[in-house]
């Protein structure tokens, strides 16, 4: 079965600083794709980026990025120039190349922005 | 349209009612999720439908749990005989299936407490 591990329960960052968050997944697909959402407090969740497996070219979305490890089976998000809207819970999730492209979460961390 | 909407917000039920939620998906979209999110972890996916075909429930969907999209438009969520351990929030996602993965774009949610 496929899982999905978010060793850090929470970060804390300084505003216009960098912040790496950690994501570990498992799996024995070879088509999949991977994301990280952002939950703002009571508000519903976005989608931050996302990574095709078969890319080996790490994503880039403004001020986020990820480090795509395939053989590690690591997918972290780093954000840069942190702003105090970035504080929310992030999940990093997974799905498979099947037809359903149901996502698996991790548990989460919690990101906060100090000004 | 503005987005995935889901009523209500909130739900405060007793131990053994019935309790129906609603969701109405981006009115192009062809598939809708549901995934179900307890505090301090990641959604987990409950039962996704392509158009009005109920395509894969999870093991979670117990058989006090049902699920419909008559027309393939909007879905409701019923759990019946609510217990304590279905308090949790109800989150539903829609997204246009056009063969490789796309978007999923998510609800505020359906917070429901069962006292």
């Known amino acids: 079965a496929q899982t999905v591990t978010q060793s850090q329960p929470e970060m804390s960052v300084q505003e216009a600083e960098t912040v790496t968050l950690s994501c570990t997944y498992d799996?024995?697909?070879?088509?999949?794709?991977l994301f990280w959402y952002k939950q703002p407090p009571s508000r519903q969740m976005i989608l931050v980026i996302r990574?095709?497996?078969?890319?080996?070219q790490n994503a880039t979305e403004n001020r986020f990025s990820v480090n795509f490890q395939k053989a590690a089976k690591s997918f972290s998000l780093k954000i840069s120039d942190s702003q105090l809207g970035d504080a929310a819970m992030y999940f990093c999730?997974?799905?498979?190349?099947?037809?359903?492209?149901?996502?698996?979460f991790g548990s989460g961390t919690r990101l906060l922005v100090r000004p | 349209d503005t987005g995935v909407s889901q009523d209500p917000r909130h739900k405060i039920t007793k131990r053994g009612q019935n309790v129906t939620f609603r969701c109405d998906p981006i009115?192009?979209?062809?598939?809708l999720y549901w995934y179900r999110q307890t505090l301090g972890q990641g959604p987990e996916f409950l039962t996704y439908f392509q158009n009005e075909a109920q395509l894969e429930k999870s093991r979670l969907l117990s058989d006090r749990f049902s699920a419909e999209r008559p027309k393939g438009s909007f879905s409701t969520l019923e759990i019946q005989r609510t217990e304590q351990g279905d308090s949790a929030m109800y989150l539903c996602?829609?997204?246009?299936?056009?063969?490789?993965?796309?978007?999923?774009?998510f609800g505020p949610g359906t917070r429901l407490t069962v006292l």
């Open positions: 990574q095709e497996a078969y890319k080996q």
């Open positions: 799996t024995s697909e070879s088509d999949y794709y």
């Open positions: 009115s192009e979209h062809n598939r």
């Open positions: 996602a829609s997204s246009l299936a056009l063969g490789r993965y796309n978007e999923q774009f």
């Open positions: 999730a997974y799905t498979s190349g099947d037809s359903s492209y149901k996502l698996i």
